[in-house]
């Protein structure tokens, strides 16, 4: 087998080779295909950027930091990173785009995402709220065949990279149901969004207004992760209730949950398929 990008980083942090060496164990065909078109996709966002493998392992080590602090926090008072009275951690957006990428080929329930969103069958077009560095809206075109979809993206620091890799214009604001008229979306991308918002209940009923019924909503939310950037933390089974209460149709819905080596925090990812029914 041909050596990957991954393979050059891995040389160079055992703990990243252990949890890459999770992941890669017992990989379907498919999944094979998905691991190494992510990893080629961080090799195009570095060569893109000009950025050399010292600052991928830097900014992924100073993410790690920080987390584990938020964890062992966490652990002795219960309480959440933005429920401490602390100094804000931050990240460059490039730095976080790396961490985001590499997550996808290091962590299991990251991956378990990719290959989720990877295997839906998807018609129409398409709103992706907070879209990142990328890798999901390019694992929707690769993966599903959807390279000529109508998309909108919302996300309030657009990628240069993004826009110009996929020649789409993202718009650079928060997404608001008053920009589109009602009911134009057939698929709606929520990929780790909730729970940096300070409302998500009320953006899941904005959305609700945007989408077409009978039509789909795919949703990942966190449970129980202390992380610096998150605004509101999900217990598992609320954001089930909340889309029922919603009048969304539950059609697929699974837990994933995360393997620490130095925690006992009990967290996971929901990951959710619902359709808006005429109710």
Same mark, same amino acid.
């Given at each position: 087998?041909?050596?990957?990008?991954?393979?050059?980083?891995?040389?160079?942090?055992?703990l990243l080779e252990f949890q890459c060496s999770r992941v890669l164990s017992n990989l379907s065909d498919f999944e094979n295909?998905?691991?190494?078109?992510?990893?080629?996709?961080?090799?195009?966002? $570095?060569?893109?950027?000009?950025?050399?493998e010292d600052l991928i392992l830097k900014s992924r080590s100073k993410?790690?930091?920080?987390?584990?602090?938020?964890?062992?926090?966490? @652990?002795e008072t219960g309480l959440y990173p933005f429920e401490l009275k602390k100094s804000k951690f931050y990240l460059s957006r490039i730095e976080y785009d790396l961490v985001l990428i590499l997550s996808f080929l290091s962590e299991l329930y990251r991956f378990k995402i990719?290959?989720?969103?990877?295997?839906?069958?998807?018609?129409?077009?398409?709103?992706?709220? +907070? $879209?990142?560095? +990328?890798?999901?809206? +390019?694992i929707i075109k690769e993966f599903c065949g959807l390279n000529n979809a109508d998309f909108m993206i919302h996300d309030t620091e657009p990628s240069f990279f993004v826009q110009k890799k996929f020649g789409l214009k993202i718009k650079a604001e928060y997404f608001n149901k008053l920009l589109y008229p009602k009911e134009r979306?057939?698929?709606?991308?929520?990929?780790?969004?909730?729970?940096h918002l300070y409302e998500p209940f009320k953006f899941l009923?904005?959305?609700? $207004?945007?989408?077409?019924?009978?039509?789909?909503?795919?949703? @990942? @939310?966190?449970?129980?992760?202390?992380?610096?950037?998150?605004?509101?933390?999900f217990k598992i089974g609320e954001i089930k209730k909340s889309l029922k209460n919603l009048s969304f149709d539950i059609k697929t819905y699974e837990i994933v949950k995360h393997l620490y080596l130095f925690s006992e925090v009990d967290a996971s990812n929901e990951l959710i398929m619902a359709t808006k029914n005429h109710t």
């Open positions: 087998m041909f050596e990957m990008f991954i393979d050059k980083l891995i040389k160079q942090d055992k295909k998905l691991y190494e078109y992510i990893d080629n996709y961080l090799l195009e966002y $570095c060569e893109f950027h000009n950025l050399d993410f790690i930091l920080e987390y584990t602090n938020d964890l062992k926090n966490f @652990t990719a290959s989720w969103l990877a295997s839906q069958k998807y018609k129409g077009n398409f709103l992706i709220i +907070g $879209c990142g560095p +990328g890798v999901e809206l +390019g979306f057939e698929n709606i991308i929520l990929i780790e969004i909730l729970e009923e904005d959305i609700q $207004c945007v989408l077409k019924k009978d039509n789909f909503i795919y949703l @990942t @939310t966190a449970n129980n992760i202390p992380q610096f950037d998150h605004l509101y933390n």
